[in-house]
């Protein structure tokens, strides 16, 4: 069997991941070859043999990481995220590893992502993230932990993988001594860029996967802070943590102890898509308000923007609220992100958008509250207001 021939068989037998792992792989082989050919020297079969094996062995977790694309992944039930995941591709994807004790290899790394130079979307996977085991402490430990007055049953969602807060449920509940330890790769709340902006995700949607894979998707606040806004390529990273927590029931009384690691951080270039960003004008009056809407809208969000013309927007009693509500020329409703309870000649509401870049857009501005809030006092007729691209 010629080189050739045994590299192909090497390539077609292996789990598949993506391209450029394989142009990895292709290249250090290639490097070896090179290397020898200098030498004087013809490299063997073998020798790349070794070198692509290796490989396989030392990056299967991130091979796994490059395959995917979370949006695919999120967007079987949300078609916003499924429209935008053609344009989600990183040209690179680096997921870092993490060596514990505890975990052993943990793989985590920013694996998708949309920039349109307004909004953002950010998906990144964490394999092996998470570990327990039962933990009794010694009379030192249990001095430097805290009494923990949260309520002792513990919610359990998977009890295959969580067997051991079941035995703390049962032991809190027999009154018997138990405790555990976790230990977790935790990803930061917010994500930053290189020069330190902060960005605040707005919401987050979580699975879980085969071989402990955990998934996440954050979108951010839309618009972007002005520094992150309209850059040919946004280099972002989120912070990872290793947190162990000890909990310790001692038959009366819970105890509870911490302990943080600082982690290096997933990091990803993202490079603007070449999205459409969309702009809308309309009038109307609410409440006997006259007012002007603007909204800017693109694949992924909208913002609506109300000035009320020489008045404000009349305050509202507590649970009761403005609430918009924004369709496209489909007649297909962008999800709401916010409310606000006016007082102010301005307000502003945030949407998801569809996945697709509107051509028409029509609002409707009405107040909503809970069922035992009283409005006489107002005229809480909805108003629908036709807004035309500017």
């Not at 402490?137 to 001095?143: I, S, T, W």
């Not at 694949?299 to 020489?310: D, H, N, R, W």
């Not at 509401?349 to 409707?364: K, M, V, Y």
């Not at 909503?368 to 007729?381: I, P, W």
Request: a negative charge; hydrophobic letters at 40%.
């Amino acid at each position: 069997m010629d080189e050739k021939k045994l590299k192909q068989l090497i390539f077609t037998q292996r789990p598949v991941p993506g391209q450029d792992f394989d142009l990895r792989i292709s290249q250090q082989a290639q490097r070896l070859a090179g290397e020898t050919q200098v030498m004087k020297k013809k490299i063997s079969v073998l020798a790349i043999v070794v070198a692509v094996l290796l490989s396989l062995a030392l990056f299967g977790a991130v091979a796994e990481l490059l395959g995917l694309n979370l949006f695919e992944l999120f967007g079987k039930h949300d078609q916003r995220l499924a429209e935008l995941a053609p344009k989600a591709i990183l040209n690179e994807v680096s997921p870092i590893t993490i060596e514990s004790p505890e975990l052993g290899t943990t793989t985590a790394g920013i694996n998708s992502a949309y920039y349109d130079g307004q909004s953002l979307v950010v998906a990144y996977a964490i394999k092996n993230g998470r570990y327990m085991e039962e933990f009794t402490p010694d009379k030192e430990q249990l001095a430097g932990m805290e009494k923990d007055n949260n309520p002792l049953m513990m919610a359990v969602s998977d009890p295959e993988n969580e067997g051991i807060l079941l035995k703390w449920n049962e032991a809190a509940a027999a009154g018997k001594p138990f405790g555990y330890m976790q230990v977790s790769i935790t990803p930061s709340d917010h994500t930053r860029t290189r020069d330190g902006t902060d960005l605040s995700p707005d919401s987050s949607a979580h699975q879980s996967g085969p071989d402990g894979m955990e998934f996440t998707i954050n979108d951010y606040e839309s618009p972007l802070p002005e520094e992150a806004q309209n850059l040919d390529a946004l280099n972002i990273e989120i912070g990872l943590f290793k947190l162990i927590q000890y909990r310790y029931f001692d038959g009366q009384q819970s105890y509870t102890g911490f302990e943080s690691q600082k982690l290096e951080p997933m990091r990803a270039t993202v490079w603007r898509t070449d999205a459409d960003i969309r702009r809308f004008q309309g009038q109307g009056t609410f409440a006997g308000v006259p007012l002007k809407a603007s909204v800017t809208a693109s694949a992924t969000s909208a913002q609506v923007t109300l000035k009320a013309i020489g008045a404000i927007f009349p305050a509202l009693p507590e649970d009761a609220w403005y609430s918009v509500c924004l369709r496209d020329g489909n007649q297909t409703e962008l999800r709401p992100l916010d409310g606000t309870s006016g007082g102010t000649d301005l307000i502003v509401f945030n949407f998801h958008g569809t996945g697709q870049a509107p051509d028409q857009l029509e609002l409707q501005l009405r107040i909503d509250a809970e069922s035992d809030v009283k409005l006489e006092q107002l005229n809480t007729e909805p108003v629908f207001i036709t807004l035309v691209q500017e």
